[in-house]
């Protein structure tokens, strides 16, 4: 059974950071993506992994403030999220697929809300 858990949401000052946590069981060889969803918004895709290897594509609303990494076990990836502000209030979502993981049709987590205080 193929099971994806991110963790590390909350609430945090504008300005501040977080780092959220992604962890896959169940898969073999994947990739993960992760998007948001903010309040009355489309789920949109933030970061996902480009053709070359070790590339991570941001997009243009998190670009220069979110990184991912790899955690010290294969089956953790980070999601590195700083200088937040009001908009970057949402839920997160990790996704993880064998390929195209941003299509949006692998497996998903139930998602972790932060929630920056102004």
């Known amino acids: 059974e193929v099971e994806v858990v991110e963790s590390g949401g909350g609430v945090v000052p504008a300005g501040g950071s977080l780092r959220l946590s992604c962890v896959v069981s169940?898969?073999?060889?994947?990739?993960v993506g992760w998007f948001r969803q903010a309040p009355g918004q489309q789920r949109e895709a933030i970061a996902c992994p480009g053709s070359a290897r070790g590339y991570t594509h941001y997009s243009q609303s998190v670009r220069g403030r979110f990184t991912v990494s790899s955690g010290e076990a294969a089956n953790t990836v980070f999601l590195q999220m700083n200088n937040l502000n009001s908009a970057d209030t949402a839920v997160y979502y990790c996704?993880?697929?064998?390929?195209?993981?941003?299509?949006?049709?692998?497996?998903w987590g139930r998602g972790t809300l932060v929630t920056v205080s102004s």
């Open positions: 996704t993880a697929d064998e390929s195209a993981v941003c299509a949006g049709v692998g497996y």
């Open positions: 169940g898969l073999d060889d994947y990739s």
